[in-house]
C-alpha cells in the first residue's frame, strides 16, 4: 500500500512538473529594452515579432526590409549573428560558383542564409548530393570559410 502511495504522488509529481514556470526562461525589461534597441538602431523600422530565451542564447524573429531575420544574443545581451533565408535564385555569381569547384563535384545548392556577424558576413549554403548533405560557410567573395 505504502508503494502505491509513492508511485501516486511520482505520477502526479511528473504530470504537474510541466505546469510549472521558471523565471530564468524569461527577459527582464532591461534585457528586452536593451534588445529592442540595439535592433532599432541596426535595422531600423524592424518589427519584433517574438523574443524567445533559450537555453544560451536568447533568439528574436523580426520582419525587416519584408524579410523574416532571426537575430540571435548571447545572455548578456551580446549580439552574436543575425540570419536569413535566401534565394537560391538570387545568390550572386562569387556564391553560386561553389558547385562548379571540384571539391564539390555532383553537389547541388539546397538551402542558403546569409549571415551576419560582428567578425564579417558570410552565406551558410547547404550543398546535396544524393544522400549527402553538407554545410559550406563562404564569404561575400566567394571565398570557402570551412
Not at 71 to 95: G, K
Not at 100 to 105: G, H, L, V
Request: aromatic letters at 8%; a negative charge.
Amino acid at each position: 500500500m505504502k508503494q502505491k502511495a509513492i508511485l501516486i504522488i511520482l505520477a502526479l509529481a511528473v504530470i504537474t512538473l510541466p505546469f510549472l514556470s521558471c523565471d530564468d526562461d524569461k527577459l527582464s525589461d532591461a534585457a528586452a529594452s536593451d534588445i529592442r534597441a540595439f535592433i532599432e538602431n541596426k535595422y531600423p523600422g524592424a518589427q519584433v515579432v517574438e523574443i524567445d530565451r533559450a537555453r544560451n542564447t536568447i533568439e528574436v524573429d523580426i520582419i525587416h526590409d519584408t524579410l523574416s531575420k532571426d537575430v540571435v544574443f548571447d545572455l548578456n545581451n551580446n549580439w552574436l549573428h543575425t540570419s536569413w533565408d535566401v534565394r537560391v535564385s538570387e545568390l550572386p555569381q562569387a556564391i553560386s560558383n561553389i558547385v562548379n569547384d571540384p571539391a564539390y563535384s555532383g553537389y547541388h545548392i539546397d538551402d542558403a542564409d546569409f549571415v551576419e556577424t560582428p567578425r564579417g558576413n558570410y552565406y551558410l549554403l547547404e550543398l546535396e548530393k544524393g544522400n549527402s548533405e553538407i554545410k559550406v560557410k563562404i564569404d561575400e567573395t566567394g571565398k570557402v570559410l570551412n
